[in-house]
């Protein structure tokens, strides 16, 4: 394989970042290489913000000492680094709530990163970069693979404050130098124009998806001034691929790039792992064993038909075998163990909580209703 740490995939929503990070990340085990697919919601996000509390060192202690009380519990949540912290605020919700303090967790809301101004937010991200570079290079031996977080994240971000292109330009450059001692790689995906890639994400995810997005960011400063609706939301996407293309032009590294419009996806595989070096190995002869399974405590049921299962949102998801008793989950960073009449999820984890690593999922034995 070629000499990466980092492997990277970019593109437009509807591009197939996901997926195709999910089939590298397969193919890589199955080559025998170590490897970890961080997902553009993993939970917590080694690089990005998702339900993220954001202090300075300063802010950590004045707030441990306004809520004494939960000191310990946010002690072993935090995540401390050069000059910020992080405390990941669904851990908190799930398991802590109720020891720390309805007050303490709306207080600790209030330091949301994802609302911090521009300035707040670059210092922050860039010792989160730093520090997953750091941590990355103690594992010399383990790869990689992330989506929709060197450009995708940055761009929102910037565009939402309706900064200047060279603006962020400049930001990805600090990160890019954070990570080139990772040898990262980049995968641009994209089809030959925005609009194709607009049409095919109003026609995959229906128009109330367009309007679902921009009424949910709909107070950013890109939006003030523009008509409502998911008319300026693709005006949004069309001012996002612009900037995507150009960083991807500027981006000084090992790149390649894919257009995806014929929809050629065996074709466009192999194409990753020529650039990649390895081989297509193909699914193990493998089934899982169908049936209802739940976890009762919680109420998440999964129902298992070969190689497909509804998982507890309801989503119909494929499976791909990794053993005889091991299934990756399509689009998602999860395994389903089977063993024993149940369910264990093993992988890694993301913001939908019936992920969770080590959560037993127990077959469900039905009674026929007689006649």
């Not at 995939?9 to 080559?31: D, V, W, Y």
């Not at 600790?108 to 670059?122: G, I, M, S």
């Not at 962020?168 to 124009?193: T, V």
């Not at 890109?222 to 691929?241: E, H, M, N």
Request: proline share 5%; net charge negative.
């Amino acid at each position: 394989m070629i000499d990466t740490q980092l492997i990277m995939l970019e593109g437009l929503p509807s591009t197939g970042k996901t997926t195709n990070a999910r089939f590298i990340h397969i193919q890589l085990e199955r080559n025998e290489i170590n490897a970890k697919w961080i997902h553009e919601v993993a939970m917590p996000h080694p690089v990005l913000f998702f339900d993220e509390a954001g202090f300075t060192h300063d802010e950590y202690d004045k707030f441990i000492k306004a809520y004494p009380a939960a000191a310990d519990i946010l002690n072993n949540a935090a995540v401390f680094r050069e000059s910020t912290v992080g405390i990941h605020l669904p851990e908190i919700e799930w398991h802590s709530i109720d020891e720390i303090g309805e007050e303490a967790y709306q207080a600790l809301l209030k330091y949301d990163v994802w609302n911090f101004p521009l300035e707040k937010y670059k210092i922050f991200a860039l010792e989160k970069w730093a520090q997953f570079a750091e941590k990355a290079l103690k594992k010399r031996d383990e790869i990689y693979i992330i989506d929709s977080a060197i450009f995708q994240f940055q761009i929102f971000t910037f565009l939402f404050k309706n900064r200047p292109y060279e603006e962020l330009q400049k930001f990805i450059g600090w990160i890019i130098d954070i990570i080139l001692p990772l040898n990262p790689c980049l995968i641009y995906l994209y089809r030959d124009s925005a609009e194709a890639t607009i049409d095919y994400l109003e026609k995959d995810r229906g128009a109330s998806y367009l309007d679902y997005i921009w009424n949910r960011d709909k107070a950013q400063p890109y939006y003030i001034g523009k008509a409502p609706g998911a008319k300026s939301f693709k005006q949004f996407l069309r001012d996002y691929a612009s900037m995507a293309d150009m960083l991807f032009e500027s981006f000084d590294a090992n790149k390649l790039s894919l257009d995806i419009s014929d929809g050629n996806w065996i074709c466009h595989e192999d194409e990753m792992l020529s650039f990649l070096d390895i081989n297509r190995i193909p699914n193990p002869d493998a089934l899982p064993q169908d049936g209802v399974y739940a976890n009762e405590a919680l109420g998440y049921v999964i129902k298992v038909d070969g190689l497909s299962f509804i998982d507890p949102t309801g989503q119909t998801r494929k499976l791909h075998p990794k053993s005889q008793n091991e299934f990756y989950v399509d689009w998602l960073p999860t395994v389903l163990q089977f063993e024993d009449e149940k369910i264990i999820i093993s992988g890694s984890q993301i913001s939908e909580r019936w992920t969770t690593t080590g959560m037993v999922y127990k077959k469900m034995i039905t009674i026929p209703i007689p006649q």
